[in-house]
C-alpha cells in the first residue's frame, strides 16, 4: 500500500531523494518513517516523521538525510545527501500509528512498501 521510488546508483559525496506515496488509501494521520537493510544486517531505522511533525534521524544519517512530508499528495520524501558507500542498502517506506518510543522499532510499523534499492559506488 505504500510504493517507493527514486533508488539508483550514484557515487560517493552525491545525492539522492526517495519518495514514497500511498497507493490505495491516504496515511495522513500515520507516523511515517524510512527504514534501510542489507543482507548482511536486520531492518534499521534511518528516519521518522512523526503526526505531529517532529522528525527523527538514525544518528548515522543526522545531518545528511531530511525527511519531509507533502500533505497534499500523500508523500513522504527523504533526502540524502553526502552518500557512502555504507548508505547502500534497501530502502523502505514504512507507515503506522507508532507510540513514541518505537517510533525506530520497524515493529511498530503496519504498513510497508516493498523497497527500493540505493547503491553508493565509484
Known amino acids: 500500500q505504500l510504493e517507493e521510488s527514486g533508488g539508483g546508483l550514484v557515487q560517493p559525496g552525491g545525492s539522492l531523494r526517495l519518495s514514497c506515496a500511498p497507493s490505495?488509501?491516504?496515511?495522513?494521520?500515520?507516523?511515517m518513517a524510512w527504514f534501510r537493510q542489507t543482507p548482511a544486517k536486520e531492518r534499521e531505522f534511518v528516519a521518522a516523521?512523526?503526526?505531529?511533525?517532529?522528525?527523527y534521524f538514525a544518528e548515522s544519517v543526522k545531518g545528511r538525510f531530511a525527511i519531509s512530508r507533502d500533505s497534499a499528495t500523500d508523500t513522504v520524501s527523504l533526502q540524502m545527501g553526502s552518500l557512502q558507500p555504507e548508505d547502500s542498502a534497501v530502502y523502505y517506506c514504512?507507515?503506522?500509528?507508532?507510540?513514541?518510543?518505537?517510533?525506530?522499532?520497524?515493529?511498530?510499523?503496519?504498513?510497508w512498501g516493498e523497497g527500493t534499492l540505493v547503491t553508493v559506488s565509484s
Open positions: 514504512a507507515a503506522g500509528v507508532v507510540i513514541l518510543s518505537r517510533t525506530r522499532d520497524p515493529s511498530g510499523y503496519s504498513y
Open positions: 490505495q488509501r491516504t496515511f495522513t494521520r500515520r507516523d
Open positions: 516523521r512523526r503526526r505531529d511533525g517532529h522528525t
